[in-house]
């Protein structure tokens, strides 16, 4: 059974180019535009993992972890991000992948994070 991943991230061509990118490895995706959407896709639906982008308006990455975290979710969490230095570090944040995204770095994490 294929793991599912959620992927947030505001600019939809990268939302999309993740999801074909993510399916050829042979995961499930859902998409969310930003942290509202997925917290209402994880009222519907069971993931096994989210990756989001750190830079989102209205509700940043790590604001998306912590709503997670007090809503109850113990999801591993990928965070991807054009300034890693930026990402504080916690716990609650699996893995942090710098952009440009390198396929293999990713699927590195995606493996991690899951056996995690």
């Known amino acids: 059974m294929a793991k599912t991943i959620l992927i947030v991230d505001d600019d939809t061509s990268v ?3 993740l999801g074909r ?3 050829s490895m042979g995961y499930e995706t859902r998409l969310a535009d930003g942290g509202k959407t997925a917290l209402l896709i994880l009222s519907e639906r069971t993931v096994d993992l ?3 982008d750190f830079e989102m308006p209205k509700m940043n990455g ?5 709503e997670l975290y007090n809503l ?4 591993p969490v990928v965070m991807l991000t054009a300034s890693p230095g930026s ?13 440009p995204i390198e396929m293999e770095e990713l699927q590195a994490a995606l493996e991690f994070a899951l056996k995690a």
């Open 15 to 17: 939302r999309v180019a």
């Open 21 to 23: 990118m993510l399916s």
């Open 50 to 52: 989210v990756l989001t």
């Open 62 to 66: 790590v604001e998306l972890v912590s």
């Open 72 to 75: 109850g979710y113990r999801i």
């Open 87 to 99: 990402v504080p570090n916690t716990r609650r944040i699996t893995a942090t992948i710098g952009k």
